[in-house]
């Protein structure tokens, strides 16, 4: 399968702008700016067209089984899609996803006999066009390497349908857009590839602390729903606020910024699995949590982010329990890769990634991260030693010393920034950062 509309964006300022040459039958000789072209919001009379009562998840992963549970309690009905169709025979008979999260859900109840079945109106299908056809709302709950491919194919089915579709993204990763340099979220993939059909669907994202295991065993679990402020309440209101002891949310407006936090956040949590293995103390953890906050935010606010969502549910909440919990893929990668290690990063990679149900995000997000930060020659110490540490290889006391590098030899001696600097740095922050190397380092 190939993505049907590449992507073709360029970076102006810290804003994305798509160059429609590439769009087939909408060839257009100049450049569009994209952040003014954003899909507008939808009238009254089209929300309330929608129906929420059916569900769409398009993915069986642990996050998309997980909330199959969940909305399955709430008796929503849900449509799992996935290419594989024993696999959906398989969720169709037995009720359970024998691929994703069952193993762990005997662990939490005390073995496989007592892991609960999913609702009797959940169901799975191989038939994407039903889905699309059938539901106005669509989780997409896959990983940003088939996102591209995914939207490939949903493009035409959307434009077929005469209501509107809205996508609802957890998607937490970032993606590189190499002719041009630079790093798009998922929201903005999306915009991008479906630009010509603005006014057929709307985008809501889900950032914020929230483990698939507590989802589905209906623990409670706050999130972030970030959007255009019509959709993204309708979409609260209607999957996040249905049983508020189980699942609760808050509204944010700073889209791009709840999915630039979602994602760092797990190169950070890959570190500290190392570093809570390889004999640094106590201590030096809280260092990587602060200061690894001021690299997220740096990075975000040059993706079109805010300096204030880091300090919410997606940013520090968020990354909080991904640092310290065994729940967390991304944590665990990083304790996994120490105690694996063999001195060859990519063979270590694989064997740490066959002992782990799910696919962590941050290995790959940090390899499209460190092409931005070597292009833009951008300081930023923590995520630098974490490239060094997961792509070049070494023995365990490289680790350890990239890592004390990183924290107690930072060449920024202040936790905070002058006035002026702060005013040219909110007007200017593709420009106004330390480089790497050079004299403005």
């Given at each position: 399968?190939?993505?049907?509309?590449?992507?073709?964006?360029?970076?102006?300022?810290?804003?994305?702008?798509?160059?429609?040459?590439?769009?087939?039958?909408?060839?257009?000789?100049?450049?569009?700016?994209?952040?003014?072209?954003?899909?507008?919001?939808?009238?009254?009379?089209?929300?309330?067209?929608?129906?929420?009562?059916?569900?769409?998840i398009?993915?069986?992963?642990?996050?998309?089984?997980?909330?199959?549970?969940?909305?399955?309690?709430?008796?929503?009905?849900?449509?799992?899609?996935?290419?594989?169709?024993?696999?959906?025979?398989?969720?169709?008979t037995?009720?359970l996803?024998?691929?994703?999260?069952?193993?762990?859900?005997?662990?939490?109840?005390?073995?496989?006999?007592?892991?609960?079945?999913?609702?009797?109106?959940?169901?799975?299908?191989?038939?994407?066009?039903?889905?699309?056809?059938?539901h106005?709302?669509?989780?997409?709950?896959?990983?940003?390497?088939?996102?591209?491919?995914?939207?490939?194919?949903?493009?035409?089915?959307?434009?077929?349908?005469?209501?509107?579709?809205?996508?609802?993204?957890?998607?937490?990763?970032?993606?590189?857009?190499?002719?041009?340099h630079?790093?798009?979220t998922?929201?903005?993939?999306?915009?991008?590839?479906?630009?010509?059909?603005?006014?057929?669907y709307?985008?809501?994202?889900?950032?914020?602390?929230?483990?698939?295991?507590?989802?589905?065993?209906?623990?409670?679990?706050?999130?972030?729903?970030?959007?255009?402020?019509?959709?993204a309440g309708?979409?609260?209101?209607?999957?996040?606020?249905?049983?508020?002891?189980?699942?609760n949310?808050?509204?944010?407006?700073?889209?791009?910024?709840?999915e630039?936090?979602?994602?760092?956040?797990?190169?950070?949590?890959?570190?500290?699995?190392?570093?809570?293995?390889?004999?640094?103390?106590?201590?030096?953890p809280?260092?990587?949590?602060?200061?690894?906050?001021?690299?997220?935010r740096?990075?975000?606010?040059?993706?079109g982010?805010?300096?204030?969502?880091?300090?919410?549910?997606?940013?520090?909440?968020?990354?909080?329990?991904?640092?310290?919990?065994?729940?967390?893929?991304?944590?665990?990668?990083?304790?996994?890769?120490?105690?694996?290690?063999?001195?060859?990063?990519?063979?270590?990679?694989?064997?740490?990634?066959?002992?782990?149900?799910?696919?962590?995000e941050?290995?790959?997000?940090?390899?499209?991260?460190?092409?931005?930060?070597?292009?833009?020659?951008?300081?930023?110490?923590?995520?630098?030693?974490?490239?060094?540490i997961?792509?070049?290889?070494?023995?365990?006391?490289?680790?350890?010393?990239?890592?004390?590098?990183?924290?107690?030899?930072?060449?920024?001696?202040?936790?905070?920034i002058?006035?002026?600097?702060?005013?040219?740095?909110?007007?200017?922050?593709?420009?106004?950062?330390?480089?790497?190397?050079?004299w403005?380092?």
């Amino acid at each position: 399968m190939n993505a049907r509309n590449p992507l073709c964006i360029l970076i102006r300022s810290g804003q994305f702008v798509v160059n429609r040459d590439v769009w087939g039958s909408f060839s257009f000789d100049r450049e569009t700016d994209y952040s003014y072209s954003s899909p507008r919001e939808g009238n009254s009379e089209i929300m309330h067209s929608m129906n929420p009562d059916k569900i769409a998840i398009i993915g069986p992963g642990r996050l998309g089984t997980a909330l199959a549970y969940k909305w399955g309690r709430d008796n929503r009905e849900i449509s799992i899609y996935y290419h594989d169709a024993a696999l959906c025979r398989d969720i169709n008979t037995t009720h359970l996803n024998p691929k994703h999260l069952t193993e762990d859900l005997g662990r939490m109840y005390g073995g496989a006999g007592r892991v609960p079945k999913l609702s009797p109106r959940v169901s799975a299908t191989n038939d994407l066009d039903e889905i699309v056809r059938e539901h106005d709302f669509i989780v997409l709950a896959i990983n940003m390497k088939g996102l591209p491919e995914l939207l490939g194919y949903l493009k035409p089915l959307i434009a077929k349908r005469k209501k509107k579709t809205c996508l609802i993204s957890p998607i937490k990763s970032l993606a590189s857009v190499e002719r041009e340099h630079g790093l798009i979220t998922p929201s903005q993939m999306i915009n991008a590839s479906l630009f010509d059909l603005h006014h057929r669907y709307e985008i809501v994202c889900i950032g914020g602390p929230f483990f698939d295991v507590d989802l589905a065993a209906g623990n409670p679990v706050c999130v972030t729903v970030a959007g255009k402020k019509r959709i993204a309440g309708l979409v609260k209101r209607e999957f996040f606020a249905l049983n508020r002891r189980e699942l609760n949310s808050y509204y944010n407006c700073d889209t791009v910024g709840v999915e630039a936090c979602g994602v760092l956040k797990n190169i950070v949590a890959n570190i500290k699995g190392l570093a809570d293995c390889c004999d640094v103390g106590s201590s030096i953890p809280g260092t990587v949590f602060a200061r690894s906050g001021v690299e997220i935010r740096a990075i975000s606010k040059i993706l079109g982010g805010r300096f204030q969502t880091f300090l919410g549910q997606a940013g520090v909440g968020d990354m909080y329990v991904t640092l310290s919990s065994n729940a967390s893929k991304n944590y665990r990668y990083g304790k996994f890769f120490y105690e694996r290690y063999t001195g060859n990063p990519i063979e270590t990679h694989r064997s740490v990634l066959a002992a782990i149900d799910g696919t962590p995000e941050g290995p790959g997000t940090l390899k499209s991260v460190w092409r931005y930060l070597d292009r833009k020659n951008m300081y930023s110490p923590i995520f630098h030693s974490a490239y060094k540490i997961f792509n070049e290889g070494g023995t365990r006391d490289d680790i350890r010393e990239l890592i004390i590098k990183a924290c107690q030899f930072d060449r920024r001696s202040r936790e905070y920034i002058g006035p002026l600097s702060g005013m040219i740095y909110n007007l200017f922050p593709n420009l106004w950062y330390r480089r790497q190397k050079g004299w403005w380092g």
